[in-house]
């Protein structure tokens, strides 16, 4: 689990959508020199590159996804195995929200304000979920 409390008042990290989706973070906040979104979208970018760098490693280690699509912050993985339903309803439970939306694809749709702690502790989690489901080795 662990990371921020999220709308619900439940600690959790949120790799699924919330608000309505990633556009919902920027919230038309003006800051950071002046930036409609105060930087939120370059952060979210390098967020994003973070994340796909550390799901790249897992999946080299695990061989339980086999493709990372997406840019800035919102992405989806597509599974070596038909576990994605399952392994969304273990992360939901350890407070993590990402949606199965296929048979084997997962997506991660974060608000922008997501940084690197919370990238790491979906990636963490992640990486014992899908050790728990069977996925066809690498």
Known sequence: GGGWVG??????????ACGGGVEGGAGGVVGGGGRADGGRAEAARGSGECR?????DLAA???????????GLMNASQLAAPSAQAIATGLLADGIVVNAIGPDILRMLPPLVCG?????????????????????GA
Do not use: C, N
Request: proline share 4%; net charge positive; no cysteine.
């Open 7 to 16: 709308w619900g008042g439940r600690g959790g990290v949120l790799g699924g």
């Open 52 to 56: 796909r760098m550390r799901l790249a």
């Open 61 to 71: 280690d695990t061989g339980a996804i086999r493709e990372i699509r997406g840019a």
């Open 116 to 136: 690197k702690p919370e990238i790491d502790t979906l990636v963490d989690e992640l990486y014992v979920s899908l050790s728990r489901h069977p996925h066809g």
